[in-house]
T-cell receptor, first 115, second 115 residues
Framework: AQTVTQSQPEMSVQEAETVTLSCTYD???????LFWYKQPPSRQMILVIR??????QNATENRFSVNFQKAAKSFSLKISDSQLGDTAMYFC????????????FGAGTILRVKS | GAVVSQHPSRVICKSGTSVKIECRSL??????MFWYRQFPKQSLMLMAT?????????EQGVEKDKFLINHASLTLSTLTVTSAHPEDSSFYIC???????????FGDGTRLSIL
């Protein structure tokens, strides 16, 4: 079974600064996807970024980038130039590509951006 | 982008009544839909996976007779909480995806309160 661990229950960052959220996972699969989802106070789940395990290049989406270390099974999210609207719960998620592929979520990290 | 509509967003009802929540994929055909439950400040807990035209697959510990799931078409899945009680009060979220290697797109969730 796959597990996803987010070791930081809460983080805070000053507006315009950079913050990194940690995520590690455990799997015996070789091909899989990793995701970061954002859940703001409105509770809508928003896909922030996706990484395919077979790609060595780290995914980036504007101010959001990941540091994917496959051997270490680590998938951290870096948010640059933090904005107040980035305040949310962030979930790291794993999905295998074989039968029964469903999202396995971490416990989440609450990020507060301060002005 | 892919849009998933969930209705209603909020429902308050008396103990013993049944409540139906709808999840629709508005601009794509969803081969698979998922139903999650989320408690405050916690992660999403998968309740069941629903494939169009077949019976839902429930996660361990989820009562299939309490949480009825129907996926009658490629754009609609419903969750019915039968004979709801206060302990069923929670935030329920659905998601949908086109194919097995595509990301899940989430509805805005339903806040269910049983008095």
């Amino acid at each position: 079974a796959q597990t996803v661990t987010q070791s930081q229950p809460e983080m805070s960052v000053q507006e315009a600064e950079t913050v990194t959220l940690s995520c590690t996972y455990d799997t015996s699969e070789n091909n899989y996807y990793l995701f970061w989802y954002k859940q703001p106070p409105s509770r809508q789940m928003i896909l922030v970024i996706r990484q395919e395990a077979y790609k060595q290049q780290n995914a980036t989406e504007n101010r959001f980038s990941v540091n994917f270390q496959k051997a270490a099974k680590s998938f951290s999210l870096k948010i640059s130039d933090s904005q107040l609207g980035d305040t949310a719960m962030y979930f790291c998620a794993f999905m295998k590509l074989t039968y029964g592929n469903k999202l396995v979520f971490g416990a989440g990290t609450i990020l507060r951006v301060k002005s | 982008g892919a849009v998933v509509s969930q209705h209603p967003s909020r429902v308050i009802c008396k103990s013993g009544t049944s409540v139906k929540i709808e999840c629709r994929s508005l601009d794509f055909q969803a081969t698979t839909m998922f139903w999650y439950r989320q408690f405050p400040k916690q992660s999403l807990m998968l309740m069941a996976t629903s494939n169009e035209g077949s019976k839902a697959t429930y996660e361990q510990g989820v009562e299939k007779d309490k949480f009825l799931i129907n996926h009658a078409s490629l754009t609609l899945s419903t969750l019915t909480v039968t004979s709801a009680h206060p302990e069923d009060s929670s935030f329920y979220i659905c998601s949908a995806r086109r194919t097995s290697n595509q990301p899940q797109h989430f509805g805005d969730g339903t806040r269910l309160s049983i008095l």
